[in-house]
């Protein structure tokens, strides 16, 4: 798999990272490096196998139905670069 | 995925162009908010109308190394939902991220299920109507999946002239996305098909059902075709948030369709919005700039594992559904199948009737509950709960009439006190001396009376014995209502002399 240099703007648009034609230059020869590394893995053949998702059995943990945490509406906007009445504020978007 | 058709075009159905006939076919994705005192995956309130970022954990918040951990609860409710639906319960289910961006998905990407949903297939039987011939149609509607997804936060625009205040407290809160296959094909099923959903969630407990907050939302898809033929190219409104306006956005959609395909133009597959001011929808994104939400399993989460014993237990405790209930109603209570699916369709309502019928003849109870509870909340606009008659005072009055106490017709009124004055039926009746009068002597010195005043009229009966309605009117009149209308009947004719 390798990628050019329309899907690495593509990529950084889908995640809204400013890139310059420059760096996605470079940025398409990175990816193809780290993507041909990583390519290695097909070599073993995995066709049966389940996927791993955990090195040691175990479940999947739960919480009960109870209300912990809450409250603290200054406390999660308190990095925001701007913030209001304790609502986030972001430069206008409506799609 | 291949789709199968499973219905056969109806004539009844069409929308008629000016090429002839078309079909539309419809799927929905409906997402219900699981009722749940916390959030999916974290321990936030899930309170409606809470002060902005109140409801808001700093895993909500998406903050630097916070950690999901899941909510029992919520799969519980997700496992009962798809009880309901008769649908396949998936003992594994993965959770997936799907990354999109927007100011108010502060993770960047949605907690959701992708391949492996938590429930699969099933189907929900759906009545559509009262037709004009006030018969209803059932269809068979079936589901796709179900599966488990955090909400997003809220943006408004209207706060700012440059800027969007966005509140969190909905981000993360639980939701159930319901995917139906294509099996809808009107406007008028589509609506019969959520309100259903509805009804079931609201039975189980799963789901609130409550549009004005939010709690249920549909994204529709719609395609045209010649009836019979291959399927069309479908266009999704999003995010539709009533079942009225779902119905709307569905006709204006297949009309701009129609109209598109019948002026030799293609339809692009396309992600649309529905504006209920104008009555039309419009595009929002096309396929090229449709979303690549690059879905892969969430590394925080493992694999939902649980045994079929955890859903048996689940289902053991399941209430007992509308379907089941209306069958019930009919065969057990020998209501019409009608006044069945008319107590069903509201919970509250069913709940409401069964407390009435206990102990009572079940269709005399559906009678009263159908037409003078319910036309009476109908026409002062009031919702079941703030019925001013209770079940026991309803039943009461049934009780009184089945006694002899009262006559139907003065039911009606004593209704009427309860309703507007409140008490005790029976007290009532005493203190307003609505009793009715089974006393033969008085109810025959009122017919000799009405006899003695009106010669002439009962000269007439004599030979017209259907005349004889009017001296049972009189007498009626005469007591205020109060005579047993069955002893005057017998009187009036004895008196008068006819069989």
Redesign the interface.
Known sequence: MSVDLATVK?VAH???IAVTEEDALRMTGELNAILGFVEQLDEVDVSGVE?M??VIP????????????????A???ANAP?S???????????? | MSIIDTRTPDPKRLISGATGDWEVIVGLEVHAQVSSNSKLFSGASTDFGSAPNDNVSLVDAAMPGMLPVINEECVKQAIRTGLGLKAQINLKSVFDRKNYFYPDLPQGYQISQFKQPIVGEGKVIVSVGPDRQGQFEDIEVGIERLHLEQDAGKSMHDQHPTMSYVDLNRSGVALMEIVSKPDIRSADEAKAYVTKLRTIMRYLGTCDGNMDEGSLRADVNVSVRKPGGAFGTRCEIKNVNSIRFIGQAIEAEAQRQIAILEDGGRIDQETRLFDPAKGETRSMRSKEEAHDYRYFPDPDLLPLEFDQAYVDALAKHLPELPDQKKERFVSAMGLSAYDASVLVAEKAVADFFEQVAAGRDGKMAANWVINDLLGALNKSGKALEETPVSADQLGAIIDLIREGTISGKIAKDLFEIVWTEGGDPRELVESRGLKQVTDTGAIEKAVDEVIAANPDKAEQARAKPTMAGWFVGQVMKATGGKANPQAVNDLVKAKLGIE
């Open positions: 593509r889908l995640a809204r996927p998702t955990s175990m479940e999947m943990r739960k919480r009960e139905d109870v209300v912990t945490d809450g409250g603290k509406a406390d999660v906007v701007a209001a009445e304790n609502f986030f504020l972001v430069p206008k978007v409506v799609e």
